[in-house]
């Protein structure tokens, strides 16, 4: 499917080309830079905290840390994505129109499961550690991603469908040539929310015994340093601000493929 | 041409005499956990961990037998659908559903040892999974039969009624009963704490909200920059924003002595409330200004040329309209600011959180339930009324 | 070759179509006319499988559709919409080229054709051929969707409603090309449409449904002469029926020789209609014309009462 979007994108759009991964790249740099080189910021750490003895965080590198981070929230993504498009496309076909129903109605609970409560009932069933977070994650992000997929395909007009059909498409050729095209925008926009909720979500790991960018936080909180906590805020806010952008990006060359008539 | 031909084939074929492929998988994947799962596990006290047992033993061959019809009666009925048979299985998840502390009060007859007074009965995998697909089942029914939502509400009140009767006399061998006897009056006020967390962040975010909606809609310029900041506010983890407010409120607390008098402390209630308000002005001032934005220019246009002033258009046409969508932010805050507070528990704020990471930290599952399942309770409650509420206030009546 | 015997097609106890028989020979085309309701559109759904009748055989080239597999089949008639169904994520070409594509031809040939069609339907290549179905005006786009339907070469054509969103002027103007092109192209069309003028001026064979039934078929001229009953004669225009007659009959089939009289002012072309002949003649305050041929050469005449006389005779003969 990206291949085919992709192809079309390059007809469309060959002159919009560098100003849109300008911020994506700068929050890329700043990120890795806040990773790498945060002992520099000594000195305004130590204003915000003067009387700690320690005021950068170095229990664990937190380029280790933005690691651990990115594959909690990055196998969650793939598996939310994975899960949440299947099931919205199988809800949307005739054999699996029995639960669209359902599902809708559970999509549009959207996160209304509060992500602490879901990680505590994991812990009971999966033990501490990472599972348990990715557990968490995957629930929490997965309704936004069915939510979106369903408005997509069912955003995709009926006309265009039966001319679809009419032509002698099969249904396999209209859903990957017709309907998931029109519906990306959409489901990305879903999973955009899903992934950039779910970096900030992920820090709570660090309370079930997950070691990512939650854990200066956790123990700025703990040991009354506020400048860890900074640190771990810092690194995690410029981490959703990288995604996010990413994101914008990617949703502006789709948009750029066709305007939403 | 109408509606008859712009749809390809009839959708709800349901009606037809085709099985309802929903509730009968689901009465398969309920009878495969009974079995497959432990249904109930035993500890002989808090600390050691509990051994499991599967459905023979905690029910007994009878007590099997019996819930095994039970849930396979429901893909029976769902076999051949017909309003009769979804009134019927309406009944019958309902009676499952208030037989299932019945079903614990049997196994702690057959499992536990009356010499042992610390023994205590957890919940087991199973449980859990039949519970959550009869509530999916519920959600089903009521799509299927067309129900309002108040009607799944009564009759889960009435499972509610007999799950607490049954829990206040006959389950005091259960381990989560026993945890909340050991500190109900904790329990209370935590629930107590939580709520007025939550409503006061809430109603705070409200007001603010409201007034920065139409600061935004007058200034156009505040409009980009307000968005950006709140934006910015909702990728910093909740985590984070509780504990970078407690340095800051510390410091006001120590040396502004008019503050401190009023009880602003850099631990507990005020950096928590602070936190929730900012988490919760994004989803309030976004829906406020979009609902407010969305109505019809056609309409505004029309009310206009009626002759209506403009203070008259706001409040007759353009707040109304723009209601339901205004609502829909403050029941999208109202949920988020469940799900925080629990987090605010970790800088003292008090609430049901409190229960969580305690439980957590003494690895005390029971506890940690005592403390996540009432807010998940808590987030739907609210989830499920505010929805009803925006429904009924839906300008021309429910769609 | 299309034929439909005792079709009947039911949504549950409902019956959108009722026992409807009808035969289109090739090459003609057939309109299906009938207010919103009336079941036209499920017919042509059911001929391209796109909704499964319930009832009777339809029979294309001698063979029920049943047995054809329904997308092959489908890929061999071509079909309109109202709202053109066109790929908004496509650009034009590629939304004509979309059925050969389907059937694997080759990529050189599927450029081929889709030129061969633009050119046909006046669409320069250079200029549409890379932009989005958003930017084209609404006779444009439906432009592209007639090409679309054309490009495997389909022997059969069903258009629901094509013209029905387009203004009067885009549409009378698509209706004229249609008619040129079914004039070269001799397809076997079946057009579903609420509009009887549109019908009458394009159609060899005119339905008229009512409630799922047929409630009369034939030539527009034998419709027009002897409707059935009081729901024909309303579809087809109550008192302006005498008018829509005399539109479907052209000058030159009723004049006469030039008389010994001096020629009258008013000329006409031959080709136009007797209806244009009498909008002529109330005009110019005359009760006669001078009929002309392509060189604007006299080749006879054409009186008020010859106008007034053939209505009877055609009258009289289809009576009889």
């Known amino acids: 499917m990206e291949t085919r979007v992709n192809n079309s994108l390059s007809v469309a759009q060959p002159h919009t080309k560098a100003p849109q991964w300008l911020w994506p790249l700068m929050w890329g740099a700043l990120l890795l830079g806040s990773v790498t080189v945060m002992s520099a910021a000594e000195p305004l750490f130590r204003w915000i905290e003067p009387d700690a003895r320690q005021v950068i965080y170095e229990r664990t590198e937190l380029y280790v840390l933005l690691g651990r981070h990115l594959f909690v929230v990055g196998i969650a993504a793939v598996v939310t994505i994975i899960v949440g498009v299947a099931a919205g496309i199988a809800v949307t076909r005739r054999w699996g129109s029995d639960f669209l129903p359902l599902v809708a109605q559970l999509a549009s609970l959207g996160q209304t499961f509060p992500p602490v409560a879901v990680l505590a009932l994991a812990v009971p069933v999966l033990g501490f550690g990472t599972l348990p977070i990715i557990v968490a994650l995957m629930l929490y992000g997965l309704l936004p991603i069915v939510r979106n997929t369903l408005a997509g395909l069912q955003g995709v007009e009926d006309d265009i469908k039966t001319a679809a059909h009419a032509m002698g498409m099969t249904p396999r050729q209209i859903l990957r040539q017709v309907e998931l095209p029109l519906a990306a925008p959409v489901i990305l926009a879903g999973i955009r929310t899903s992934v950039t909720i779910n970096i900030a979500t992920a820090a709570l790991g660090a309370t079930v015994g997950a070691s990512n960018l939650g854990d200066p936080i956790i123990s700025g909180i703990v040991n009354g340093n506020m400048a860890y906590v900074a640190q771990g805020a810092l690194t995690i806010a410029l981490l959703a601000l990288t995604i996010d952008s990413l994101f914008e990006v990617l949703q502006r060359q789709l948009r750029t493929c066709f305007s939403a008539s | ?399 | 070759m299309i034929e439909l015997s005792h079709v009947s097609k039911r949504f549950g106890d409902e019956a959108a179509v009722d026992d409807i028989s009808l035969q289109v020979p090739k090459g003609k085309f057939c309109a299906l006319v009938g207010t919103s309701g009336c079941g036209k559109s499920t017919t042509l759904r059911m001929i391209n499988r796109l909704i499964e009748h319930s009832e009777g055989d339809i029979i294309l080239d001698g063979q029920a559709i049943d047995a054809y597999d329904p997308v092959k089949l489908r890929r061999r008639i071509g079909y309109v919409i109202q709202h053109t169904g066109l790929f908004p994520h496509w650009t034009v070409a590629r939304n004509i080229g979309l059925v050969p594509r389907l059937l694997k031809w080759s990529a050189t040939d599927v450029q081929y054709r889709v030129a061969e069609l633009m050119h046909l339907l006046g669409l320069p290549v250079d200029e549409f051929g890379h932009k989005y179905p958003h930017q084209l005006s609404g006779g444009q786009a439906q432009r592209v969707g007639v090409a679309r339907a054309l490009a495997a070469d389909p022997d059969i054509l069903l258009m629901d409603e094509p013209f029905g969103a387009l203004d009067p002027i885009t549409r009378e103007k698509l209706q004229d090309e249609l008619a040129k092109l079914q004039a070269r192209l001799h397809k076997t069309v079946v057009f579903v449409t609420h509009d009887m003028d549109e019908a009458l001026k394009l159609a060899d064979h005119l339905v008229v449904m009512r409630k799922g039934q047929i409630v009369q078929q034939g030539s527009p001229l034998a419709l027009l002469q002897n409707p059935s009953d009081p729901f024909v004669e309303s579809m087809l225009g109550g008192l302006e029926r005498g008018l829509k007659q005399a539109a479907l009959t052209r000058v030159k089939d009723h004049m006469t020789s030039m008389g010994p009289t001096l020629p009258a002012q008013s000329r006409i072309p031959g080709v136009f209609s007797l209806r244009q002949a009498l909008s002529m003649m109330l005009r110019d305050h005359c009760d006669r014309l001078t009929v002309v041929d392509q060189h604007d050469m006299p080749v006879g005449e054409l009186s008020l009462r010859r106008i007034i006389k053939e209505a009877q005779l055609d009258n009289g003969n289809t009576r009889e």
């Open chain 2, 1 to 399: 041409m109408t509606l008859m031909d712009a749809l390809p084939t009839p959708r709800l074929r349901w009606e037809g005499r085709h099985p309802n492929i929903v509730l009968v998988s689901f009465s398969c994947i309920m009878l495969a956990a009974f079995w497959v799962f432990d249904v109930v596990s035993m500890a002989p006290n808090r600390i050691v961990l509990g051994t499991g047992h599967g459905a023979l033993e905690a029910f007994g061959w009878p007590g099997a037998l019996l819930v095994t019809l039970l849930l396979a009666c429901i893909g029976i009925l769902a076999w051949q659908p017909s309003h009769r048979h979804y009134r019927a299985l309406l009944a019958a998840v309902v009676f499952i559903m208030a037989l299932m502390p019945v079903g614990l009060m049997a196994s702690s007859y057959l499992l536990i040892d009356p010499e042992l007074p610390q023994a205590r009965l957890g919940i087991g995998a199973a449980y859990w999974l039949v519970l959550f697909v009869l509530l999916l089942c519920l959600v089903e029914l009521r799509l299927r039969l067309n129900l309002t939502r108040i009607w799944p509400t009564l009759l889960l009140c009435g499972v509610a009624l007999v799950w607490w009767l049954c829990a206040a006399f006959g389950l005091g061998a259960l381990a989560l009963v026993q945890e909340f006897r050991a500190r109900d009056q904790q329990f209370l006020s935590a629930v107590g704490q939580h709520i007025k967390l939550v409503s006061i962040a809430v109603s705070v975010s409200i007001v603010l909200g409201l007034a920065l909606a139409m600061l935004m809609r007058r200034y156009a310029r505040l409009q980009k920059g307000a968005f950006a900041v709140l934006n910015f506010l909702q990728t910093i983890p909740s985590l984070a924003l509780f504990g970078l407010l407690l340095a800051p409120l510390a410091w006001l607390a120590a040396n502004v002595p008019f503050l401190g008098q009023l009880g602003v402390s850099g631990i507990g209630t005020t950096p928590a409330l602070i936190a929730l308000i900012a988490y919760s002005l994004l989803p309030i001032v976004r829906n406020t200004y979009t609902a407010l934005e969305q109505v019809s220019p056609d309409t505004l246009e029309a009310a206009k040329g009626m002759g209506m002033r403009a203070g008259q258009r706001f409040w007759q046409v353009r707040l109304p309209l723009a209601l339901p969508v205004l609502l829909e932010g403050v029941r999208i805050t109202t949920v988020q600011a469940v799900g925080l507070t629990a987090v605010a528990a970790l800088i003292g704020a008090g609430g049901l959180g409190t229960f969580i990471f305690q439980g957590l930290g003494q690895a005390a599952m029971d506890m940690v339930l005592l403390g996540a399942l009432p807010i998940l309770m808590m987030a739907l409650v609210v989830d499920a009324g505010l929805g009803a509420l925006a429904e009924a206030l839906r300008p021309g009546g429910t769609r």
